[in-house]
């Protein structure tokens, strides 16, 4: 029986909050996979990945508010949302399963001093899930777009395509957590290799690298982070709708009505 190092066992699945939202199935297979690595180092091949997709009833890339992936789960009803909901109303009632992860993301932001902009990248960068993972830096990015200042819908945009590649200099290691989850010969796709090229020279490179950076270490196990030491910059740099998300006409204010209603059948 080998030593299991707890702290970074947990780290590697994306930190206690992470860790607490995954089934007993699949902790007992990440912890499986784990020990197979501690022993071998050894990661799933891209094949290996995509032979787990007829074994399940989902598919990964289902946003967290539609699903329950523990074995015979149920969904919760959700709290109603106020009438004219602002960001802090649909990260508070409708993102807590991302909340913790971006909050640590953008608390170690602040804590190194970081622009206004990348700290509200980091707080906004995963959020998406709620309703999508899949490609989730350009959907979330389309949905914050046209509330947030280009320079932060940028950062989210891209701080999916720049997790793939490293640069140490930045202070980004590409991370186990992505040779576990996509197979360690994983290829990304055109569409990121080619906005990985593109950024490399863009003026804003670093924005969504930065996003990368604070990510990475993001997974701290035990640390609990508040939304209050952000509510200023959100309040600067947020314009919220008067009507309420959801409610002003915006190319995707469909897209947050969605978040706030997702029992609608239809
Ligand atoms: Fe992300
Ligand atoms: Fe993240």
Redesign the pocket.
Known sequence: MIQIDRRHFIASLGGAAAVKLMSSEAKAEALESYMIQQVAKKFPKAADIEAQIETRSFRRGVGNLFLNTQPNGKVKKLQPMPAKPTFLDFFKLRMEQTSN??LQ?ANRAMKTGMTEEVILACLL??TVHALIKTDHGYWGAQLYAPYVPEKVSFAIRYHQALRFYEDKEAGYEYPDLYRNMFGEDYVPSAHIEADYKMLRSHKWYMEPRLVTVN?LY?FEPGVVVNIDPFIDIVGRHFKNPKEGLGNDDSPVAHMWRTIAMPDNPL
């Open positions: 992860h971006v993301s960068h995963d990510d993001a």
